[in-house]
């Protein structure tokens, strides 16, 4: 009995030392990493024969977004008409593979299934690709119109004189005084472009009795003697509002000259706001599964508005330049099937953008813009 109870202790030592070293083993062991998460979860194209057509892979992790030693690989019916523009690769956050697609000139017309493997060192995942082949002359080109509305385009930075007013003069003895207030409105398209301001003023004569005193909406923003000649105040962006006051006003002679009235002859007062207008004009646009995998062009309209002054406009859909030159004064209608160094244009379901921008001085108006996408 006691040989038995000391055999039976040992067995479940021996258990309890095995389980241990499985635990270690799971939690030690080198992890292989996450599964790859792709979009689109499935893709359907409709090609010509001798035709070909492209279409991309976004590919992530699904916890951290690090995969390592992805691979993608086409299988079934499409595997011989299918390239990838880059393949055995690491992903550090996520990754976009072209994915070409070229149907031979002697392909029966009809649908073909297969499905396009990607692998990581955490797993793998199968997007099903189907294919149809069609004759030229069967394929119906379809469209889409996506309203973007009325477009202003504008790059500006530079000085603009808000307010002028010239030949006044302001005083002050010890009994009496003439000071100079003026009000300056600022519409809220004009007040958000504003980067600061200041004022400029033209003196014409004085006779330094007392200083020049210059508020502007209840700041002291100067206040000095100073004589004939132009000086430039500066005045800081957080200090303009909608509706400003700047008020020019002098200080008493000294208490010795109690006869004698300070005086400052001004020509000129502008009241000057720096402005900068450079950012981007953007718009949002979503596409279905069809209208990207089966994607043909781009056509971009509207009318021009009047005003416009153009220069090299740069248009970019989801950061990609497809136009760039300077655009007409009339009818805007161009077409973009590919960027304009030939690559394939990169689409996603939500949130595509299309954006304009000058990298020089320049204003271009479109009104009732649409982008039409074509598809087969």
């Known amino acids: 009995m006691r040989l038995k109870a000391e055999i039976d202790e040992f067995a479940w030592i021996l258990i309890a030392a095995l389980v241990f070293i ?3 083993t799971i939690v030690w062991s080198p992890s292989k990493g996450s599964s790859p998460l792709v979009e689109p979860k499935s893709v359907e194209l ?6 070909s057509t492209s279409f991309y892979l976004s590919i992530n992790g699904t916890s951290t977004g690090k995969l390592s030693n992805v691979t993608l690989t086409p299988l079934g019916g499409i595997s011989n008409w299918v390239i990838f523009d880059k393949n055995n690769f690491d992903i550090e956050n996520s990754a976009q593979v072209m994915v070409t697609v070229i149907i031979p000139t002697n392909a029966m017309s009809g649908t073909y299934t297969g499905s396009i493997t990607v692998s990581s060192a955490g797993g793998k995942v199968s997007v099903p690709v189907t294919i149809t082949v069609a004759n030229i002359a069967q394929l119906k080109l379809k469209s889409r119109p996506i309203v973007l509305g009325d477009i202003n385009v504008r790059y500006f930075v530079g000085p603009e004189i808000l307010y002028s007013e010239k030949n006044f003069e302001v005083t002050r003895s010890h009994f009496s005084e003439s000071k100079k207030t003026i009000l300056v409105s600022i519409s809220s398209e004009k007040l958000q472009l504003i980067t600061g301001g200041y004022a400029s003023l033209s003196i014409q004569s004085t006779n ?5 005193i210059v508020i502007f909406n209840g700041y002291e923003i100067f206040n000095r003697k100073v004589g004939s000649g132009d000086i430039i105040i500066p005045i800081d962006r957080s200090l303009i509002n909608y509706t400003n006051t ?6 008493s002679p000294p208490l010795y000259k109690f006869w004698s009235t300070t005086f400052y ?3 000129e007062l502008n009241f000057v706001a720096n402005y900068q207008d450079v950012s981007e004009r953007e718009r949002l646009f979503d596409l279905s599964d069809r209208e990207i995998a089966n994607f043909k062009s781009f056509r971009l309209t509207g009318t021009v508005g009047e005003g416009s002054r153009p220069s090299e406009l740069a248009i970019k859909i989801n950061d990609q330049l497809v136009y760039s030159k300077i655009p007409p004064l009339a009818l805007l209608n161009e077409t ?3 960027t304009i160094f030939g690559d394939v244009i990169y689409l996603k379901a939500a949130n595509n953008t299309i954006s304009f921008s000058f990298e020089r001085e320049a204003t271009y108006k479109i009104d009732g813009a649409y982008l039409i996408v074509y598809y087969y």
């Not at 330094?208 to 020049?212: A, H, I, V, Y």
């Open 265 to 267: 002859n001004i020509t």
């Open 22 to 24: 499985l635990i270690i």
């Open 208 to 212: 330094n009795e007392g200083n020049l």
């Open 246 to 251: 700047i008020t020019l006003r002098a200080t």
């Open 336 to 338: 973009f099937e590919k």
């Open 46 to 51: 409709t090609i010509a024969q001798g035709y």
